[in-house]
């Protein structure tokens, strides 16, 4: 059950992305995907589309840190003079 739909507009203000690479995505399978309350009026669920957000939140990858350049074996880092 669909406790909420939202249209392309409200979707768009939502995820910034174009229409192209959210109609690629949701072929992938990798976006909640579209469904028509008319012939003409395409919806997607609003809790899919926030749960999809969440999602890509939360794989965001933790801060990397670089490695110490001056441990290099090769082509050392020379101190300044």
Request: aromatic share 8%; net charge positive.
């Amino acid at each position: 059950m669909v406790a909420r739909a939202i249209r392309r507009d409200e979707l768009r203000t939502i995820v910034p992305l174009s229409d192209s690479t959210i109609y690629e995505m949701e072929k992938a399978g990798t976006f909640p995907r579209r469904f028509n309350l008319t012939a003409r009026c395409v919806v997607w669920d609003y809790d899919e589309v926030q749960a999809w957000l969440q999602s890509k939140k939360e794989a965001q990858k933790p801060e990397t840190h670089h490695p110490d350049v001056n441990k290099r074996k090769t082509r050392p880092v020379l101190a300044h003079r």
